[in-house]
């Protein structure tokens, strides 16, 4: 039986070379054909600033990723995903992935900053303006860690780290048995917002007394910036500032509200946008006031402007000036007010003015205070910062733990024991300095404290706070609580000229596919290519293959 069917098999198969593929091939395919690709991890990512302010671009200048990933040891990353850990990361690697042309840098950041070493937080704060310096092509974005990230971390630093192997078979095995993975962002290319409008908030306190009634303008700038926007949450610049000027305006409505405590200064209260961006909304705001209108606070007698930027930490408070202030004026009243303020009830401060003059050939302003000197009026800032260049004004490092409400609300107390004595004049009266207006429980920490948390739970980037935005509603039901004649004011960018944009694809979803290399998919068809081969020429030799096989296993006969 079995030599017979040996001659059809045989035969048939030597008649008919394609039935051969015809019969063999599907059940091939079948055996070796993958199961279909599956998204190994789904994660957010946070793509790096993009905007153009005064003409200038700045940040990533693209949103697209479909690239097999690397690590930076890696020695070609040109054309792929190079994914870095933040305790890793260096400006020099970072340039690194740029000079080699990378198709992305993806940057894995803790859960919890708050955690991290206390060195690598302020190295990579002070990288961050440098990454924002100039444009780049590469994609660049943030991811945080979880368990999953991290392993597809591992396993691509394990598969980069091979390629510096001495010998070259130990690589091709590595490579061809390694697993890769092809990181492939959901969202389209990044695109300019048409239309978005910067919100800012002012209300006010009237004095009594007469119709032309000095004004002291209290002004804090509420949004945040970072290398990327949403996961800027500015809890000290500028959530420091703008809890302490919704505490200042509940403060001062409760003296308005008793005839004799009713001073004879009007009290204006401006919540500005776009701070982080050259003060736009200030800017705007300004030019309303001062060039489109007859009746406005500041066209008629402004004291002083006092800008509250960076105020929950630190043991020192600085007043940064464009002018110093002249004796007998207003602002020279209030620089003596803080110094006695602080000497007389909270000696471990240390205060002093810095004088910086105005640079107007600069890209940028360095403190709000500056928007209101080019426009002559006498303006400072207040800030536990003695310089505008340092890092922790534009940070995604500066998260909740930054503010320290101890501080934030002995500071509270003194500007506001501070503008008290100004207002009512208690110098001249013969007032010693260490004499308190605002007991410690007027000053409500847990306010403080409230405010700066719903400050801190979402990020504040200019472009996600829109007019329509929770953010800006709740900072105008806080002031109106305290204070009459609340209202908004908008400013858009010029069609024309922009003097700022802003661009969308800002947060995404990132996919990493588990792949095998092309060099796996090599050996995997020269393996099929010879597994064919095999079976071609045992079929096409089946007669003699079955002889073979059948002398070796038939039984020998025994001799007698």
Request: proline share 4%; glycine share 6%; aromatic share 10%.
């Amino acid at each position: 039986m079995f030599e017979e069917a040996s001659e059809v098999f045989d035969n048939m198969f030597k008649s008919s070379f394609p039935l051969t593929f015809i019969v063999f091939i599907p059940a091939v395919l079948i055996l070796v054909s993958p199961l279909p690709a599956e998204a190994a991890h789904e994660f957010t990512v946070y793509r790096m600033q993009q905007y153009d302010l005064q003409g200038q671009p700045y940040g990533t200048r693209n949103a697209i990723l479909n690239t097999e990933a690397r690590t930076v040891e890696a020695e070609v990353l040109s054309r792929r995903c190079v994914i870095m850990r933040l305790a890793d990361f260096s400006y020099d690697k970072y340039q690194k992935a740029l000079r080699q042309s990378a198709g992305a840098v993806v940057i894995i950041l803790p859960k919890n900053m708050s955690t991290m070493p206390q060195d690598i937080v302020q190295q990579f704060m002070e990288l961050e303006p440098e990454m924002l310096a100039t444009e780049t092509i590469v994609p660049v974005y943030f991811a945080m860690e979880d368990d999953e990230l991290i392993s597809i971390y591992t396993q691509t630093l394990t598969s980069s780290s091979s390629q510096g192997s001495s010998s070259a078979a130990e690589v091709l095995l590595h490579t061809a048995t390694a697993n890769g993975f092809q990181m492939v962002t959901s969202g389209s290319q990044s695109k300019a917002i048409s239309d978005w409008a910067i919100t800012s908030l002012e209300g006010r306190l009237a004095g009594v007394g007469g119709e032309d009634l000095p004004t002291i303008v209290l002004v804090a700038h509420y949004d945040s910036f970072g290398v990327a926007p949403w996961l800027s949450y500015g809890a000290d610049s500028n959530g420091s500032g703008v809890s302490m000027l919704l505490e200042l305006a509940r403060l001062f409505s409760r003296l308005y509200t008793y005839k004799r405590t009713h001073a004879g200064y009007n009290l204006l209260f401006f919540v500005s946008g776009g701070g982080k961006f050259n003060y736009q909304g200030t800017k705007r705001w300004l030019e309303d006031n001062l060039d489109h209108t007859d009746s406005s606070l500041l066209q008629d007698n402004v004291a002083f402007v006092l800008c509250l930027d960076t105020l929950g930490n630190g043991d020192s408070l600085h007043l940064h000036v464009s002018k110093p202030p002249k004796e007998g004026t207003p602002q020279h009243a209030l620089l003596k007010e803080l110094e006695t303020v602080v000497a007389g009830q909270y000696p471990e401060v240390k205060f002093s003015m810095v004088h910086k003059k105005i640079n107007l050939a600069d890209d940028t302003l360095a403190w709000e205070h500056e928007r209101f000197g080019i426009r002559r009026l006498p303006a400072f800032t207040l800030s536990h910062l003695p310089s505008h260049r340092l890092a922790q004004r534009s940070s995604i490092m500066d998260v909740r733990p930054h503010v320290d409400l101890k501080k934030l609300s002995r500071n509270t107390k003194v500007v506001a024991e501070a503008l008290a004595r100004v207002i009512y004049n208690l110098t001249e009266k013969g007032a010693p300095g260490d004499l308190q207006i605002f007991t410690e429980q007027m000053v409500q920490e847990e306010q403080l404290s409230s405010v700066v948390d719903w400050l801190t739970a979402q990020p504040r980037a200019a472009q996600l706070v829109d007019k329509d935005s929770s953010v800006v509603s709740t900072l105008e039901y806080h002031l109106g609580r305290y204070l009459k004649d609340v209202k908004r004011h908008y400013v858009k960018a010029d069609k024309r000229d922009p003097e700022f944009v802003f661009y969308d694809q800002l947060k995404q979803t990132m996919n990493a596919y588990r792949v095998k290399p092309a060099i796996f998919d090599l050996l995997l068809a020269l393996c099929i290519a010879a597994y064919l081969g095999v079976m071609y020429l045992a079929i096409q030799n089946f007669g003699i293959l079955y002889s073979v096989i059948r002398r070796i296993t038939q039984p020998k006969t025994k001799t007698h």
